[in-house]
């Protein structure tokens, strides 16, 4: 298996030690299909990095996915990289088994595997994580609840292709509707499983605060600019803030509320709301600040409070604010303004026409997942009721 490493994130704090003395490093593996990465893996990982020195996680091939879960939505490189740019992450290991072994563990000199308290079987409907569990070189971390890939495909499912486009005529009434209640009441076309059913995702001042690096400026440090809706968070958006944070020493990413990305995106934009999409960003390495409901235009006073020192944006169109002004009037006066190109063209609308253009392969993979979770809860309580009874 190839295997590539990755700069180390920030280690929590040590006593001084004599070299005697020092402790072994605790070296923990996690794995996953890691697919449309969004903030409840990175706070899997997160908590994961938190039980010992260095985190490795395994990524699925996109054969093992197909295979026991069905097609994914992303590609295996897409999703390697996605893994790679979350800042809790040491190392990642690519085509690592579906079924987590001793010897994978041996092989890396990983001393215990880390997941989530929900469940996760190969196409047999067997658990993944037996082996490991049976050698007690197992650990849990609390599943993020309110978030999983499978409630955001459905989130995407619940619109058409019309949907999708400018024109609001041509929405149907049905869709409307199907889109208030889904954001309204967190309902989606899949709502029964015990884990990964569709529910509200919940944001507290803790949950930002894990997050969040905390870091300031240093003095002299050159700082850069970006907002957006940073929708879905994807490769597309990790690999233009690497590109901007290259430009400077200290990343500063805006993120619009609700209301502003759905004026310059669309009626039933944005797909995450506005503090889901702020974890998101928060998540990456490259991002050393987050300023949640960040304005639109970037003022003069946005400028001199961060005292910015070059505001970017990429190579998408940009509209105009609502007084018909141009959002990067003042960096341009100011001659702080750049455009840059990351190379890579991924849009949140193209991985949603991804979706639709799969649409049945991902309703159907979403209600294979939602039966055997269903299966294995029942069996679950069916052995409690045993022990009790």
Known sequence: MASKRVDDVGEPA???????????????????????VHFGHANAVRQGKEFGD??????????????????????????????????????????????????????????FCVHGDDITTTADGVDTYHLVKAANKYKECKRTAGVSTTDLVGRMLLVTKTHHQRDEDSIDEHHV?????????????????PWTGVSQ?????????????????????KIVYVAGAFDLFHVGHVDFLEKAASLG???????????????????????????ERTLSVLACRYVSEVVIGAPYSVTPDLMEHFKVDVVCH??????????????????????KFKNIDSRNNLTTQMIIERIIKHRLEYEE???????????????????AQIKTG
């Open 14 to 36: 040590k006593e001084m030690q004599s070299p005697e003395k020092k402790k072994k490093e605790i070296r923990v593996w996690m794995d996953g299909c890691f697919d449309m």
């Open 54 to 111: 260095k985190l490795l996680v395994g990524v699925h091939s996109d054969a093992e996915v197909t295979k026991h879960k069905g097609p994914p939505v992303y590609t295996e490189e897409e999703r390697y990289k996605m893994v790679r740019a979350i800042k809790w992450v040491d190392e990642v290991i690519e085509d690592a088994p579906y079924v987590t072994t001793l010897e994978t563990l041996e092989k890396y000199d990983c001393d």
């Open 177 to 193: 509707g199907a889109i208030s209640k889904m954001f309204s009441t967190g309902e989606g076309p899949s709502s029964h499983s």
């Open 201 to 221: 995702f919940l944001t507290t001042t803790k949950k930002i605060i894990q997050f969040s690096e905390g870091k300031e400026p240093k003095p002299g440090d």
């Open 249 to 275: 020493d200290f990343l500063i990413v805006g993120i619009h509320t609700d209301p502003v990305v759905n004026r310059y995106k669309g009626s039933n934009y944005p797909i995450m709301n506005m503090h």
């Open 314 to 335: 990429g190579m998408t169109p940009v509209m105009p604010d609502v007084d018909g002004a141009d959002p990067y009037e003042e960096p341009k006066r100011q001659g």
């Open 365 to 383: 993979r979403n209600r294979k997942k939602e039966e055997k979770e269903k299966k294995i809860m029942e069996s679950m309580k069916n052995s």
